[in-house]
Every structure is written in C-alpha cells, then in structure tokens.
C-alpha cells in the first residue's frame, strides 16, 4: 500500500491533508522521517505521527473483480493467488468470503470480519449468488424447470435447492443459487448434459459487483452493502 494512502486510511485524512503531514515532517517510518507519499508499505514497516504508531482501524469488507488465471487461496502451485491483487497493509488478516475458481471471474468478497464472512458462507443461512454462465450446447427447454425442481449431483445425497435460471440467448444465462456446493454451476449443467464454458459471478446476497471496476481492481464496500449482509 502506498504511504499516502496508508495515511488516509489511518487518520480518517483526505489525500491533499495527508499530502501536507508528509511535508512536514511530520511521518516517520521506521524511525526515518519519509515525505513521499507513493512510498511501498509491507507489513513489516512501523509509521509513527506525533509518537504514535498508526494502524489500520476496524474490519475490512473490500469487493474484488477477480479477473482468469488467479485463485482464492493463500498459496498455489500453478496459479497467482488473488491476494496479489490486493495492495493492503497487514494482508495475513484477510480471507475471501466465498472463492472462485481460478477460471471463473467476478464478484469476490474479502474481509477480516469472521462474523460477517461466515454469513456469507454458511450454508444454513442460504446466500444468494447470481452468475453469468455461457454454455458449449444451447440451452434445452427443461432447464428452467429443471434448475426450479433441484438437479441431482453426483456424490451429493440430496438435490441441489431450488435454483431461479433466466435465458439470455441460447447459450447465455442468468443463474442464481442460494447454497455453495464444490463446482456447483459447473456440476449442474454438467448433469443436464451441457457444458459450462465460461463463468463470471456478478452478485452475493445484495453486493453487486461496482461496473466501474476492472478484472483486477477493488474498493472498499459502503455501509450499506456491509450491512446488507446482516438482514
């Protein structure tokens, strides 16, 4: 993370006053005074102002734009992992509230608020999630039904839980499912006899992903969406 952003973070500042303290001296880090502001934080580096250490404050709720080719894991032997795209202090505390392949794009959440994640990711509480899903074969005219009665996986004693499909065109989809099985998209069509080629994730519960971001950028959620996750 950038200094100057740090500061802002910190001190509740906006960049023009957090511009001013680096000027005057007033920053230190790691026990050097420091005045630009494009300066790289790791986790490592202490910032004092006024003979104070300055942390990041409260829990953290940040919408990703996962792009292809990165995985939502800590570590993994052939793909980025999505935490690279994250330039934030004290990333170790960060989790993903919900993953996606590393083929699939969209909509991630990342928090340091268990709480609040695991209301996203426990099963009991049904959290919706909308998906974008574009097929190899079109689509049959049973689907719809298909995808309101429950579809039988393989290895899964029950049927998946009544699912709401919408056709775009013949090989476009709207998805929503209210649980999170392994590959469940993948696994649905799968059982109907199609195949998922492409997938992108554009809604959890009420969070839907900010069309001004780019595969690869994020912001922080507003207080509303954070909240959403609590109704």
């Known amino acids: 993370m950038r200094l100057d952003k740090f500061l802002c973070d910190a001190l ?16 230190e880090v790691d026990g050097s005074v420091e005045k630009k502001g494009a300066t790289k934080l790791s986790d490592d580096n202490e910032v004092m102002w006024q003979n104070r250490e300055l942390v990041l404050s409260g829990p953290r709720y940040i919408m990703l734009y996962k792009p292809q080719g990165f995985v939502c894991t800590r570590v993994d032997d052939y793909n980025d992992t999505a935490f690279l795209l994250l330039d934030e202090v004290n990333d170790k ?38 998906y974008r899903v574009w097929l190899a074969d079109p689509v049959q005219d049973n689907y719809v039904q298909a995808f309101q009665e429950g579809i039988e996986l393989r290895n899964e004693r029950e049927n998946t839980l009544p699912a709401e499909l919408e056709v775009i065109d013949e090989q476009e989809v709207l998805l929503t499912i209210h649980e999170g099985k392994y590959h469940q998209v993948k696994r649905m069509f799968a059982a109907l006899g199609n195949k998922v080629v492409g997938l992108h994730r554009e809604r959890i519960g009420d969070i839907v992903l900010d069309q001004d ?8 959620l507003t207080e509303d969406e954070i909240a959403s996750v609590w109704k």
Do not use: M
């Not at 023009?16 to 001296?25: G, R, V």
């Open 12 to 27: 509740g500042v906006t960049r023009k006053e957090a511009t001013k303290l680096l000027k005057s001296c007033e920053i």
């Open 93 to 130: 505390d960060l989790h993903f509230a919900g993953r996606l392949d590393a083929d699939t794009t969209g909509l991630v959440l990342v928090t340091d608020d268990g709480q609040w994640s695991h209301r996203i990711t426990s099963p009991k509480h049904k959290c919706d999630k909308t």
């Open 213 to 220: 971001l780019e595969p690869g950028e994020y912001r922080y």
